[in-house]
């Protein structure tokens, strides 16, 4: 299966997001190829660190589609990290991907965001039903008084032609550190509430369980 992780604005956990999936399931087993077509490479950089450090698996990435395509039988799941600023470059990911991975951060003008991507993709899809489209809430606030989330929640049900999963990633520290020690949430943290977070929204992307 060939999933996009993007979004029209910058900064929404892409990369975040697409280094925890891709550990995620390498640490249950499944073979799994990492693109990195952003040209800030930071998913490439994140992992670069983790290689660095010497950390355990190794994540295969490239940062070239067409030789991801043309090794796409030795994975069970390829992961593509696309930046923002190349809508061309986007567009071409969304193409031949079985879904798209939306995170979305809790804001009104991450709603009108992704309801403009969400148009765009169905445009391109024409009377096709690949790419399946999925959104979910990243950068929660912790606080349960704060009711933003809910409410973008809510606008996304209202966008169609989206999945909206329920699982939800907080604003946490441990996605920052993740990232910038090259470990995983649940290898930072096993017990730790990222865990849990990453571990329910990669189920509901993936299905089955970490092994
Ligand atoms: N759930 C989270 N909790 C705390 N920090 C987060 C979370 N998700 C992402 N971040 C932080 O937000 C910043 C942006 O994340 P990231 O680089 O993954 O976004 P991006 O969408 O890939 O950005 P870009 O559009 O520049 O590629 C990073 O500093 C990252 O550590
Ligand atoms: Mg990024």
Same mark, same amino acid.
């Given at each position: 299966?060939?999933?996009?992780?993007?979004?029209?604005?910058?900064?929404?956990?892409? !990369?975040?997001? @697409? /280094?925890?999936?891709?550990?995620?399931?390498?640490?249950?087993?499944?073979?799994?190829?990492?693109?990195?077509? #952003?040209?800030?490479?930071?998913?490439?950089? *994140?992992?670069?660190?983790?290689?660095?450090?010497? /950390?355990? %698996?190794?994540?295969?990435?490239? !940062?070239?589609?067409? +030789?991801?395509?043309?090794?796409?039988?030795?994975?069970?799941?390829?992961?593509?990290?696309? &930046?923002?600023?190349?809508?061309?470059?986007?567009?071409?990911?969304?193409?031949?991907? #079985?879904?798209?991975?939306?995170?979305?951060?809790? !804001?009104?003008? #991450?709603?009108? *965001?992704?309801? $403009?991507?969400?148009?765009?993709?169905?445009?391109?899809? &024409?009377?096709?039903?690949? %790419?399946?489209?999925?959104? /979910?809430?990243?950068?929660? #606030?912790?606080? =349960? @008084?704060?009711?933003?989330?809910?409410? =973008?929640?809510?606008?996304?049900?209202?966008?169609?032609?989206?999945?909206?999963?329920?699982? $939800?990633?907080?604003? $946490?520290?441990?996605?920052?550190? !993740?990232? +910038?020690?090259?470990?995983?949430?649940?290898?930072?943290?096993?017990?730790?509430?990222?865990?849990?977070?990453?571990?329910?929204?990669?189920? @509901?992307?993936?299905?089955?369980?970490?092994?």
């Amino acid at each position: 299966m060939r999933t996009v992780v993007a979004n029209l604005k910058g900064g929404t956990g892409k !990369s975040t997001v @697409a /280094f925890n999936l891709g550990l995620w399931l390498l640490e249950g087993r499944r073979r799994v190829l990492a693109v990195d077509l #952003d040209p800030q490479c930071t998913l490439s950089d *994140a992992l670069e660190v983790r290689q660095e450090e010497g /950390f355990e %698996p190794a994540l295969d990435v490239t !940062s070239d589609l067409e +030789s991801a395509q043309a090794h796409e039988g030795d994975y069970d799941e390829i992961l593509i990290d696309v &930046g923002a600023s190349d809508m061309a470059a986007l567009m071409a990911a969304v193409e031949g991907a #079985d879904r798209v991975l939306i995170p979305v951060p809790p !804001s009104q003008a #991450d709603v009108w *965001a992704t309801y $403009r991507f969400v148009t765009r993709i169905l445009e391109q899809r &024409g009377n096709r039903n690949r %790419p399946e489209i999925l959104a /979910f809430i990243n950068r929660a #606030d912790t606080h =349960t @008084a704060v009711r933003e989330s809910d409410e =973008t929640c809510s606008a996304l049900e209202q966008i169609e032609g989206v999945r909206l999963l329920q699982p $939800r990633l907080k604003q $946490r520290m441990a996605f920052r550190r !993740s990232f +910038s020690e090259g470990l995983s949430v649940h290898e930072l943290e096993p017990r730790g509430k990222a865990a849990a977070e990453l571990d329910a929204l990669a189920v @509901a992307v993936f299905g089955g369980r970490r092994q």
